[in-house]
């Protein structure tokens, strides 16, 4: 697992390349989820996030998390939205 140490600096590159793309960071989490290990990095702005915001800012975040290392295990990076199909934050209620 990531340490919390290295989670606040994956966060701070994260906050660096989301704003960037003049997006929000909102959070990220490191977890094990169907046998693999995640880095989850969630972003928003106001209007929506279009999927060429979440490809330019995993493409770039990737290149910066590669130069640092902070991550020794194999991973997979998810840059998604609240608008976007693919986010797995909070279901709606219903």
Known sequence: MVSADKMKKIENIAKKTASFYEVDFIS???????GHNVLRVTIDKEGG????DCESVSRTLSKKLDEFDFIKEQYFLEVASPG???????????
């Open 28 to 34: 990220s989490e490191y977890l094990f989820e169907n």
């Open 49 to 52: 996030v279009t999927t060429a």
């Open 84 to 94: 976007t199909d693919d986010y797995k934050g909070v279901p709606e209620l219903g």
